[in-house]
T-cell receptor
Framework: DADVTQTPRNRITKTGKRIMLECSQT?????MYWYRQDPGLGLRLIYYSFDVKDINKGEISDGYSVSRQAQAKFSLSLESAIPNQTALYFC??????????????FGPGTRLTVL | DQQVKQNSPSLSVQEGRISILNCDYT??????FLWYKKYPAEGPTFLIS?????DKNEDGRFTVFLNKSAKHLSLHIVPSQPGDSAVYFCAASALANNNDMRFGAGTRLTVKP
């Protein structure tokens, strides 16, 4: 079984709709992240959470919100989707341990299309 | 403002030869650098990393070199194999910034048999 899972894997929606992307992990990691990938721009951090009570904005948080329901679950919401939020979204996790534990483990991605 | 740049969108090499992927960064606070590999329809997977106190780290066929004065790092794959064909992302983080990781745009490597 995959350590980091994302649902749905693909989603097509319309402008103005509310969308939630979900991420679950079985790695027991405290830290979870949401990224989006756009062609020519690589991965950009949207939000991250270091534990259930800790939520931080990343590089491009406008238009997004998150919820850390439990250590293992971190969901990303688009309150009112717009076409330029069409992208590939990745959830990731990492352990806490300082300098040597920056490796992040990624889910398989969710392809979101906003029409 | 992209703090991590991979200026070559693609690279094609012959099987058995060396692949060299390059990455430049602008933020001098970065103190840890990583390379991730991504196959289609999968998430990125960690490949190799290097801390700023080192200038080289080797793991099998993969070696990462760091030149701090030039703010440049490179990934060498020797010998290249067709299974290495993937998109490679360079990433950098700074302990002072809670290890907020910044990624480059990626380089698509194609290894031809």
């Amino acid at each position: 079984d995959a350590d980091v899972t994302q649902t749905p894997r693909n989603r097509i929606t319309k402008t103005g709709k509310r969308i939630m992307l979900e991420c679950s992990q079985t790695k027991g990691h405290d830290r979870m992240y949401w990224y989006r990938q756009d062609p020519g721009l690589g991965l950009r951090l949207i939000y991250y959470s270091f534990d259930v009570k800790d939520i931080n904005k990343g590089e491009i948080s406008d238009g997004y919100s998150v919820s850390r329901q439990a250590q293992a679950k971190f969901s990303l919401s688009l309150e009112s989707a717009i076409p330029n939020q069409t992208a590939l979204y990745f959830c990731a996790t990492s352990d806490f341990g300082g300098f040597a534990y920056n490796e992040q483990f990624f889910g398989p991605g969710t392809r979101l299309t906003v029409l | 403002d992209q703090q991590v740049k991979q200026n070559s969108p693609s690279l094609s090499v012959q099987e058995g030869r060396i692949s060299i992927l390059n990455c430049d960064y602008t933020n001098s606070m970065f103190d840890y650098f990583l390379w991730y590999k991504k196959y289609p329809a999968e998430g990125p997977t960690f490949l190799i990393s290097i801390s700023s106190i080192k200038d080289k780290n080797e793991d099998g066929r993969f070696t990462v070199f760091l030149n701090k004065s030039a703010k440049h790092l490179s990934l060498h794959i020797v010998p290249s194999q067709p299974g290495d064909s993937a998109v490679y992302f360079c990433a950098a983080s700074a302990l002072a910034n809670n290890n907020d990781m910044r990624f480059g745009a990626g380089t698509r490597l194609t290894v031809k048999p």
